[in-house]
């Protein structure tokens, strides 16, 4: 009898190309992964992996197997999930994934809604990489918070097969540090009058960095001088210390720390949008059904923080 982990393991070797990223995708040795994937070929009785000393590829049975393992993978959860919709309550482990300024800003909310069902598990984990939207679809996590700047909703194409779900509209911000003279709500916010302020911005290819550079393209761009750091988290420490200034998500604000000013910029300025992406399947699971449930209400009340209309968040919020 085919192993199902095993072939979890087959199908995701399919998608990394190497025993090494397969490995570290799934938190194994790649030792492990190598030896699970003989024993796969044992139970078979035929090569599923053409190894050679530049590494290993499919062969045409595993391929073939790989097609076969996904119809068998998504046959069993689909059965789980008819299961778990009999029983009506929500039980089992619940895997959601996010971007970090999501999970800063979500997490505090969703574990006192769900502490009401005893039976079922809440395992939240950050990603700093745009693989959320995969790792739902490899059935590695049940739900990834995914954000997207482009303003098409990312789920309709006919080649999906996902659901995606609209959270939350996160506009961008401009932080700035108290003392600032920007700081003051009456002094105007003209982007060419920007340029000459000192500018901290994510590396090139990093997603928040995106926002920033639409929303300087319209005045030539950033300033050859910009200070490049990964992470919003240390973004925001060094804007806070007076470094410099940066354009954020206003999910960002959530959690900040002390110091900080939020000027709001115009309604053309860029603005991010943050979905829930899950597998229909997993939607007729009680525990996916409360943790969707969950994450909407979370959504609503950290859209009433941005917004200024629901309790203070750190760092005050000022209109342009």
Known sequence: MLDLRRLQLLREFSARGTIAATAAALGYTPSAVSQQLATLERETGVE???RSPRGAELTDAGRLLVTQAEEILALVEATEAVLAEQADVAIGVVTVTAFPTAAVA???L???ALRAHENMQLVLRQTTQSTGTQKVRSREVDIALVDDWTGQHPGRGPESGLRHVHLLRDPLVLALPEGHRLADPDEPLELERLLGESWIVAPEGERSRYGT????AEVGGLPGAAWEFEGLGTILSLVSRGVGIAAVPALAMVGAPAGLVYRRLSDSAPVRH???VLRPATLRRPAVQVTLAALRD???EVGEHLSGRGPTVRGPVRDV
């Open 298 to 300: 979370a959504a609503a």
């Open 274 to 276: 943050v979905y829930a």
């Open 213 to 216: 550079d639409r929303l300087l």
């Open 48 to 50: 599923l992996l053409d």
């Open 110 to 112: 969703l574990a006192p």
């Open 106 to 108: 979500f997490a505090p």
